[in-house]
Structure formats: structure tokens, C-alpha cells
């Protein structure tokens, strides 16, 4: 991208009502693209997800009675894309070298909520303090010491969105730990080529987690819904100001003192997959982990949870995250 197209485009509308971060934002998720005279650049009938601005030259319009009509440069100014309608009802041939910057038009869409969290943020509706009231008052940070939290906001970075962003990748390695500040994000599950979707997440929540305590690829895709504004924090931050103090684990010889702390007594789950044999011991609670988030609901607050399963991986650790996330006291029984 030459500086000099972010220039032209800036001038045009509706970018000029735009800052220059999410100005620069938009142009990352378009082309800019230098076409040679007689290039064709949309058919008429045809359909196209791609909005055309015109920022140098000029184009040709023929529409179905083969009737020509020049478009300009100028012309873009004035009336914004070329021709931006469904399916098309010209074509378009450069009649000059010509400049355009293409983007798709979900992205065209995000405009109009970037121009909307900007204008709330400079009338104080969205304030500081609600997502981060919104994150503070989950059950987790219970466990958090204030120093933590205060280092924790320091070190959070922006991460600007907008609509269609696939913000983690199924698949993919862990990176960061993400807060949504502004805006909302859909998590898609992928199984056997069907996309799902499991969850909507708004501001003050969270997601990334997962794959930061298992070491484990991220086992979901989370994709902009609406254009805002994340904040993260790597991987090791995460685990140093928020696993740590939340995961504690606990020796099997040290249960029953830890049961004398809590009036309801301590509740041992086994959270290992059923094809391994399960536990006999009754008064242990089988919930292979894939079904945890379902029992959730029909467990007890008043009760102290240990966490016992596979010796491999960090399954247990994750495990006994959601429980603490979800208001319950859990801890890992130490191998």
C-alpha cells in the first residue's frame, strides 16, 4: 500500500468520517489494485461481494443497451463505489490506467459501526468502567490478588476488529488470552466439515483461555460479529497474573484438612474420558471434561471440588479453570 492511496481513500466518503487507525484498518482488509487499460473490472447481471472505489483514472460504464458512460475519479468522489449494486447493472472497462481499491462489502458494512463506537465513545456511553465491571465481577478474580489485576490492565494491548474477522483459528496454537472491550464475537466448532456455532460472546467476556492452559491447538474459531474493540495479553502474562493464582493443587494426604474448611465437605471428580475404565470408587463423581460445561449447573457452591484425571496433558488444570470461572472453588489433586 502506497501512503499515498490511504490519502486518496480518506478523502473519499464514507472513509473521511473515519480515524486514521480504522482508516488503515478498512485498507488492510482491501486491495489496492493498479488496472491496465481494458481491463474488466465487474460484468453486468453478475453478482459480486467485492464494493469498487475508483481513486485514479477512468472507467467506462456499459449498460444492457450498450449505451457508454465515462466514470471518473471525480465521479467516485460524488457518488461513492462504482456501480454498488446486486447483482450489477453495467460493466465496467478502464478506459485509462486505472487505481482501485476493492473490499469486500461485509467489510463496507463494518464502517458504519466503527463511525457508531466512535461517536459513543466521544459522548462517554461506552465508558471504561463497563467492561471492565462486567470482567471484574466474574468469579474468577476472586481469586486474583488486586497486584495482579492492576499489572493485568497494564499490560493488556488493543486489538481493533471489525465484522468477519476470524480473530483464533481452529487449529491453531495458543497465543493470546482476549477481553472483549467493545463490539461481539461468534465461537464456530468445526466436526467432520459441519461449522457450528457454540457461543456468543459481548464485552467483559472472554475467551483464548483454553489452548493457554492445555497447551493444546485451539479447539474453536472465533469470528467478529460486530466491529469493535479487543484487549489481550500473551500467553505468558496470562499465565503468571491469572493461572497461577487461580489453579491451586492439593495433596490426596491433605484432603481431609481441606474438607474441615468447607461445611458441605470435599467432592473428588474424575474428569477422564469413560472409554478409560471410569473409577470405581463411588464416592467419586465421573464427568469425562468434554461434559463438564453440561453438569456445570447441577453441581453445589457449598462444595470444595478436586479435580483427578488423565496423568498427560494440562486437562485437569483446565478443567479446574472453568469450575473457578463458573463460581465454584475447585482445585487439582497432585499425581
Request: charged fraction near 25%; charge should be negative.
Amino acid at each position: 500500500m502506497e501512503p499515498d492511496h490511504l490519502k486518496i481513500l480518506g478523502r473519499l466518503g464514507p472513509f473521511s468520517a473515519l480515524s486514521e487507525s480504522d482508516l488503515l484498518l478498512i485498507a488492510e482488509r482491501g486491495s489496492f489494485v493498479n488496472h491496465p487499460v481494458g481491463t474488466l473490472l465487474f460484468k453486468r447481471s453478475t453478482d459480486d461481494e467485492f464494493s469498487h472505489y475508483l481513486l485514479k483514472g477512468k472507467l467506462n460504464l456499459v449498460d444492457s443497451e450498450f449505451e457508454n458512460k465515462a466514470f471518473t475519479d471525480a465521479d467516485c468522489a460524488d457518488y461513492g463505489a462504482v456501480d454498488d449494486f446486486q447483482p450489477h447493472r453495467v460493466s465496467a472497462v478502464c478506459e485509462t490506467n486505472c487505481l482501485v481499491f476493492s473490499f469486500a462489502k461485509i467489510v463496507r458494512d463494518s464502517i458504519e459501526d466503527l463511525l457508531e463506537g466512535a461517536a459513543a465513545s466521544a459522548d462517554g456511553i461506552y465508558g471504561e468502567s463497563s467492561w471492565m465491571e462486567r470482567l471484574l465481577k466474574t468469579p474468577l478474580f476472586e481469586f486474583v490478588p488486586p497486584s495482579n489485576i492492576e499489572a493485568l490492565f497494564k499490560r493488556f494491548r488493543s486489538h481493533r476488529m471489525i465484522a468477519g474477522d476470524v480473530i483464533i483459528k481452529q487449529g491453531d496454537p495458543g497465543d493470546y488470552f482476549y477481553v472483549i472491550k467493545s463490539g461481539n464475537v461468534r465461537v464456530e466448532v468445526e466436526l467432520g466439515g459441519k461449522v457450528s456455532e457454540v457461543a456468543s460472546l459481548s464485552a467483559g467476556q472472554t475467551f483464548g483461555q483454553d489452548s493457554l492452559i492445555s497447551d493444546l491447538p485451539r479447539n474453536a474459531s472465533v469470528v467478529a460479529n460486530k466491529s469493535g474493540e479487543l484487549v489481550r495479553i500473551e500467553k505468558e502474562d496470562f499465565r503468571a497474573l491469572l493461572l497461577s493464582p487461580v489453579i491451586e493443587s492439593v495433596q490426596s494426604e491433605n484432603l481431609q484438612s481441606l474438607s474441615k474448611s468447607s461445611k458441605a465437605g470435599v467432592q473428588i471428580i474424575d474428569i477422564s474420558p469413560s472409554r478409560d475404565g471410569g473409577n470405581q470408587d463411588h464416592t467419586i463423581l465421573n464427568i469425562p471434561y468434554l461434559s463438564l460445561r453440561t453438569y456445570l449447573t447441577e453441581l453445589s457452591s457449598d462444595v470444595i471440588y478436586v479435580v483427578k484425571g488423565p496423568n498427560s496433558g494440562k486437562i485437569k488444570e483446565l478443567a479446574a479453570f472453568l469450575m473457578n470461572e463458573n463460581g465454584y472453588t475447585a482445585y487439582v489433586l497432585a499425581q
